[in-house]
């Protein structure tokens, strides 16, 4: 077949722009190949790890959840991650996006909460912690699903899941029935900022749990050998009060404090009122994992502050870290010099896999173990000045068996504090149960 001088031309033009289509194809190939090598492994902007890259193990490869996560591995770990983050705000900024009142996110699934106690025998099966999940970013992503913002805070929407409650409430009872004689277990679960401060017809607008009803369903499947401490309904009393953080995920101090008295009325025992403590610090100011997330103008207009109360007994500690190395710090730290976004870290160090206080003051043998995640930070301070021993340990992080530590070490009380909504992750509440036993 002949083709006219024109057609010619155009075939070679054509010809022509393949090659250089190709050719650029082929290098920006080359450089995401190189990227997929070259990524973050932690965000400064969100101050947690990034998901690491899943070991490899036949049985995940099997059921597909290898694949699912290195998709979530490749999502959370893009090149320039906190630059792309902060340029995404902005830009909404600009445009007005950005409003007093919006959802952000909020596509999370939920469970109805059954009623009476009941429990689903189609859930009821425990189910193993996956060795390739990354807690600490499952735990941020939890906390981070759902977020309301109105005039400048951030509440989180809780989202009940059945089989992570079932699988949290039957590892706490079977702790309490080994520990039975010997160690007191108590469950203190830590509602979100949304339904201790928002109204109730705000609340159930946003197409969430009830709070409530969810730590009811928690307490009914307990069994008689768990001390429940159902804290909600003294935060709700008091919600008129800095209860919790208005950038940040974390309730105050002040929160923390009233979670403490409901606990010693539990136990029995005489809460200190909070003039007891001779030293406090305030930093101030201090803006959060929602600013960091959400970058929204009217938090950065009205920062929150941190409040700490030290121990009258002592403000010192050991904490090992993942290594096994020990290190010498302050059950309070003073932060002040730190940037803005460091307030919350005044708190036992931060996260660690195991951490020691030892009261000088106290001489009778007592002894607890705080089984945590972030949220028990600013509650442990105050038990400090009712026990010789205090032993807390971040279930994302520690290589003990807790069960058999409490036993080894003559514990006297077992305390789990963890929010709602961060156990309501199946693979979170299966963690616990591994750490557990």
């Known amino acids: ?111 109805t909460i059954p009623s009476n106690g009941t429990t689903s025998n189609s859930t009821s099966k425990t189910a193993k912690a996956p060795k390739t999940k990354d807690m600490q970013a499952e735990v941020q992503n939890q906390i981070m699903e759902g977020l309301y913002v109105k005039d400048g805070a951030a509440y989180s929407v809780y989202y009940f899941d059945q089989s992570a409650a079932n699988t949290y409430t039957k590892a706490m009872n079977r702790a309490a029935k080994e520990l039975k004689g010997t160690t007191s277990v108590y469950s203190v679960l830590v509602p979100n900022n949304s339904g201790a401060m928002l109204d109730d017809k705000t609340l159930n607008s946003l197409g969430g749990s009830d709070q409530q009803e969810g730590i009811d369903y928690y307490a009914d499947q307990y069994s008689k050998n768990v001390h429940m401490v159902n804290i909600l309904p003294t935060l709700r009393k008091h919600n008129d009060q800095y209860l919790y953080f208005r950038t940040d995920h974390h309730w105050t101090s002040l929160g923390a404090y009233y979670a403490y008295k409901d606990f010693c009325k539990e136990k029995g025992i005489t809460a200190h009122k909070l003039s007891y403590f001779k030293k406090s610090y305030k930093f101030s100011p201090f803006l959060g994992t929602f600013y960091d997330k959400l970058k929204d103008s009217a938090m950065e207009k009205n920062p929150d502050y941190v409040k700490a109360y030290v121990p009258n007994g002592t403000n010192d500690l050991t904490y090992w870290d993942e290594s096994g190395q020990a290190h010498d710090w302050r059950v309070i730290e003073d932060v002040s010099s730190w940037n803005e976004g460091s307030g919350y870290y005044c708190f036992i160090g931060g996260d660690k896999p195991l951490t020691k206080i030892e009261n000088p003051k106290i001489k009778d043998g007592s002894s607890c173990v705080v089984v945590k995640e972030s949220y028990g930070n600013c509650f442990v301070p105050y038990l400090v000045d009712h026990y010789q021993t205090v032993y807390i340990m971040d279930f994302r992080y520690t290589k003990e068996k807790i069960v058999s530590f409490c036993k080894k070490n003559k514990i006297q009380d077992l305390i789990m504090i963890n929010n709602i909504t961060i156990i309501a992750s199946k693979d979170v509440a299966s963690k616990i149960d591994s750490e557990l036993h």
């Open 1 to 111: 077949m002949k083709y006219t001088k024109k057609q010619q031309k155009q075939i070679r033009l054509f010809r022509n722009w393949s090659v250089v289509i190709t050719s650029f194809l082929l290098v920006i190939g080359m450089i995401m190949g190189a990227l997929f090598f070259i990524r973050p492994t932690e965000s400064i902007v969100e101050k947690r790890k990034l998901t690491a890259f899943p070991a490899f193990h036949l049985s995940t490869f099997l059921d597909g959840s290898y694949f699912s996560d290195v998709s979530k591995w490749y999502s959370d770990t893009f090149p320039g991650r906190d630059r792309w983050i902060a340029m995404s705000q902005d830009l909404k900024k600009s445009y007005g996006i950005e409003s007093n009142t919006r959802m952000v996110g909020g596509n999370a699934q939920k469970d």
